[in-house]
């Protein structure tokens, strides 16, 4: 008897704290206490509506990124160490190619590789006529190593710019070598967010060129160390686009990794939104310097190639603040300060898939997945109880409350409920009454053996107990399978099996026993209707 009453007492904390995490997603009341859950069931893309997006990384750009980055550094190096050079520039991708204008300094450029340049190897050596010429390239390690980086960066990256725009539950994970899943649920301007999602968001600080024309350059004669972008412009009224071309030259001065900030400010002259933006102590001090050094002169910004604003340098900008200013409205004001604030990513993205659902057909599969659990629940119900009457209610009982322990781990645990996740659920209430049939079995052979209802009952769990186990046991080692291997739909599937499998254990084994205890202990029933 006292065994008894703290099973009963167990089983009742557990039911209770199971419908405490329930109950939030029908509606938390204004008088629920802050410290109960009120955590609701995440639905999923497809039964609440969003998008769903699969991103190929262009992991080769990023280590393109790098062999410029390290054929400036390059240049620098040998600089100091006073090697004469020429034509030193990236090629093909990885590859960086430069002449030595001294044949006797081709030794000590090889030492400064081979001391400074470690990830570079020496892949071919020429001369042109009396010159050496070398060609390097990244060692094959390091490549890997970048592509593979710039596939983690880019993730962390699209998960901070979808954190500020606002989505709830996102789903974003890597899927393969050098691609990206993300499914936003709930999404209400898809258009927008792929725009989020997918700029670049490389910030660059340039020099204009005005010593040179721009009229010779859009005819072809572009200066060396120049280039040509653009500034877009789009009329708000009419939406007419503009395209300013601009003379630009190439090397950069400053870009957005040494921003600390970005926010949307208001023009108080002219009442329009632009982006403010600061920078940390080293960037500060490069603005400062870049700012002091070119007086009089137009400095570029440029985003992703697109010129932005072009101000003239009034005089040295000390603090370490600057302003984007363009034709924005505050909505794209607001996107530019989240992609900045997110960092740039370290390569582009092409969108490989996408797809949308909508609300609505998000509604009719919640009804319809509700709907084939109802339907079915109802039938395995019925046929439970009249097959197997008194006992049948109590499977019933347990089958019920098996349903709501996984509707609370699904809760508390902030899992995602999808649709073959429901599917996952229907499964689970077959084995769940499984598990029942044949324990009621096992009583049914007891009792026509002559045994008393409580030796049959206490024959029955007991003879049941190791087929249950084993076949709910390489049911959920089926499931953690593919959970663990699975991906979207195949996952949503092997959560609920995998939280049903350990719920209809609970419920069958533990609960139904107390029940037939109850009345064979408690109310000392003489027969069981089973």
């Not at 329930?22 to 497809?46: M, R, T």
Request: net charge neutral.
């Amino acid at each position: 008897m006292k065994t008894l009453k703290w099973r009963s007492i167990l089983i009742l904390a557990v039911f209770v704290v199971a419908c405490a995490y329930v109950f939030p997603s029908f509606g938390v009341p204004i008088w629920w206490p802050n410290l109960l859950p009120s955590e609701k069931i995440h639905l999923g893309l497809d039964l609440q509506g969003g998008m769903h997006l699969v991103l190929e990384v262009e992991s080769d750009k990023a280590v393109e990124s790098a062999a410029e980055r390290i054929a400036q550094e390059l240049k620098t190096s040998l600089i100091k160490a006073k090697i004469r050079y020429r034509d030193l520039e990236r090629i093909d991708g990885n590859k960086i190619r430069l002449m030595i204008l001294n044949p006797r300094q081709a030794a000590s450029f090889e030492d400064v590789i081979k001391k400074s340049f470690g990830i570079l190897d020496i892949t071919s050596k020429s001369t042109d006529g009396d010159k050496p010429v070398f060609q390097l390239a990244l060692k094959e390690e390091e490549s890997r190593y970048i592509k593979r980086l710039a596939v983690d960066q880019g993730l962390e990256t699209i998960r901070n710019r979808i954190d500020q725009f606002g989505v709830s539950e996102p789903d974003i994970r890597p899927q393969g070598e050098n691609r990206i899943l993300i499914q936003l649920p709930g999404i209400k301007d898809p258009k927008r967010a792929i725009e989020l999602i997918g700029k670049t968001a490389l910030l660059e600080f340039k020099l204009v060129d005005d010593e040179h024309s721009i009229k010779n350059a859009l005819k072809g004669v572009v200066p060396p160390g120049d280039e040509i972008l653009y500034q877009v412009e789009v009329d708000p009224v009419t939406k007419q686009e503009t395209r300013t071309p601009y003379l630009i030259k190439k090397r950069t001065y400053l870009t957005g990794e040494y921003l600390t900030d970005a926010r949307v400010q208001i023009d108080s002259q002219y009442n329009e939104p632009y982006v403010s933006i600061e920078f940390d102590k080293k960037g500060a001090r490069l603005f400062e310097q870049v700012t002091g050094a070119n007086v009089k002169k137009r400095l570029a910004i440029v985003l992703d190639g697109t010129v932005y604003s072009a101000p003239v340098i009034q005089e040295k900008i000390s603090g370490g603040e600057a302003r984007i200013t363009g034709n924005f409205t505050t909505e794209d004001a607001h996107d530019l300060a989240i992609v900045l604030r997110a960092g740039a990513l370290p390569a582009p993205v092409n969108i490989l898939e996408e797809r949308t659902v909508g609300p609505s057909l998000g509604r009719d599969s919640i009804e319809s997945g509700l709907s084939s659990m109802l339907i079915g629940g109802i039938l395995v119900l019925l046929f439970i109880l009249i097959y197997y009457k008194g006992a049948g209610l109590i499977a019933n009982t347990v089958l019920f409350m098996n349903i709501i322990l996984i509707a609370a781990v699904l809760a508390a645990f902030r899992a995602t409920l999808t649709l073959p996740g429901i599917a996952g659920i229907i499964l689970t209430i077959g084995m769940a009454v499984d598990a029942n049939v044949i324990i009621f079995e096992r009583i049914r052979e007891e009792i026509r053996m002559g045994k008393t209802p409580r030796a049959a009952v206490e024959g029955g769990y007991s003879k049941a107990i190791l087929t249950i186990l084993d076949a709910n046991i390489t049911t959920l080692i089926a499931a953690l399978v593919l959970f663990q291997f699975g991906t979207g739909p195949v996952k949503g599937f092997a959560v609920t099996l995998s939280i049903g499998i350990v719920a209809s254990l609970f419920t069958s084994i533990i609960v139904s026993r107390l029940i037939f205890d109850y009345f064979l202990l408690q109310r000392r029933v003489k027969s069981i209707s089973i």
